[in-house]
């Protein structure tokens, strides 16, 4: 499951955009009283979504092309709009498919290649509002100062940070968590260019994980060595997957200069965005905590959405609530829900059904997993393949992408 720390808000861009050019329409009209109209409708986005679980992005349009990361099924990609020049033929899930190379941007900001027959295309609905109270000269203005940053200096961040402070020190809740935004845009881009900086890489080598690591607070110690120490005296953390180190902006750091500044519905999604930070679900293609807690986060983000409709995050919150969704609908590739060998349920995903079923009843996402679970019991001992059309059946059934 994708890093939820640094989910690039691409649907924010666009209504920041739409702002910026009904602001210039409307400019003969509001100059006199400075009054602001927000912009409330955005044009459906273009999105790619994985049809197939641990979904390789590689770096050139090849099948030989270096593997950047592996994503799980339903991951959402940004559409960049290029492909290759001819289609190839690829092996999926047993089957030869033909398809382009097409080119995505993944919600933390890498770019790379995917094969078209792995994804569909979707059309996403951006739900976000920005109030009237909100001053849009300031966030503009914060906008243009990140853009002189680099993200390729890990100071940028922390600059950041010390603006955000500047700008918006006696600024509304609106205009804190719209700023908000794009502080973590920003962050995004910096933890996109911190795979290739040298000093991880070389952490990547040599360091000792049962040292660098503290197993209490889980997460890896700042103080390991002089960069490690520069990087989090400017608001930035580490993290690593399969021998990897990248840099991320750190939640606590974060919290230090966000959090006495919005809503209470914002210090309940960053309350809940940091705790899954510091416990990521998935690792190496499998579940890395208990299905229990998977489905505890899947309702929390479920219920979140429905009550805060017009809340600036909501889309994010929304495609936390698939990935889980998806997480316990199929399971990973190292954690399947239903075994491929035996072709029966695993037995963690079957209690942790029972308990949606119990507890949950109205939720979206237990009448989905109710039904293919019904399938399933009507139908025992039938093959992955079968079950799979299923599982995909039911998953289109459901809007889940509109919850109003």
Not at 48 to 70: F, Q
Not at 275 to 280: F, G
Request: charged fraction near 25%; proline fraction near 3%; include cysteine.
């Amino acid at each position: 499951m994708q890093n939820k720390y640094l989910n690039l808000l691409l649907s924010t861009t666009l209504l920041f955009a739409a702002c910026k050019k009904e602001d210039k329409q409307n400019a003969t009209e509001n100059n006199a009283t400075n009054v602001t109209t927000p912009s409330t409708q955005v044009a459906q986005k273009q999105m790619y979504r994985a049809m197939v679980d641990d979904l390789r992005i590689r770096e050139s349009a090849d099948l030989n092309g270096k593997v950047l990361t592996k994503v799980p099924i339903g991951t959402m990609f940004d559409d960049m709009k290029e492909k290759s020049a001819t289609e190839v033929e690829v092996e999926l899930q047993g089957e030869k498919k033909k398809g382009f190379w097409v080119k995505i941007r993944t919600i933390n900001g890498k770019t790379g290649w995917v094969h078209s027959a792995a994804v569909e295309l979707i059309s996403v609905v951006p739900h976000y509002q920005i109030a009237a109270d909100a001053d849009k000269a300031a966030v503009e203005k914060y906008s243009d100062f990140l853009a002189k940053l680099s993200p390729n200096e890990p100071e940028s961040f922390g600059k950041a940070l010390a603006e955000y402070d500047v700008i918006f020190k006696t600024a509304n809740a609106t205009t804190c968590e719209w700023a908000y935004t794009k502080l973590m845009e920003f962050g995004a881009n910096i933890e996109a260019q911190s795979w290739t900086w040298k000093e991880l890489q070389n952490l990547s080598e040599t360091a000792d994980f049962l040292k660098i690591y503290d197993t209490i607070k889980k997460s890896f110690k700042m103080d390991y060595n002089p960069y490690t120490k520069r990087l989090g005296a400017v608001g930035l953390m580490i993290d690593n997957t399969e021998g990897n180190f990248w840099a991320m902006p750190s939640p606590d750091a974060v919290e230090t200069h966000v959090l006495a500044k919005v809503s209470p519905t914002m210090k309940e999604y960053l309350a809940q965005n940091k705790k899954e930070v510091l416990n990521r679900s998935a690792e190496d293609g499998g579940l890395i905590i208990s299905c229990q807690e998977a489905a505890e986060r899947m309702i929390f983000w479920e219920n979140f959405a429905q009550k805060n409709p017009t809340f600036i995050l909501k889309n994010e919150a929304e495609n936390n609530f698939i990935d889980y969704l998806n997480t316990l609908m199929y399971g990973l590739s190292n954690t399947p829900a239903y075994e491929y060998e035996t072709n029966k349920l695993n037995s963690e995903y079957e209690n942790v059904y029972k308990w949606l079923f119990k507890n949950h009843p109205k939720s979206r996402a237990t009448a989905a997993i109710q039904e293919v679970y019904t399938f399933y019991q009507q139908n025992k001992g039938i093959k992955q393949e079968a079950l799979n059309k299923k599982q995909n059946e039911v998953m289109e059934k459901y809007p889940y992408l509109d919850f109003e």
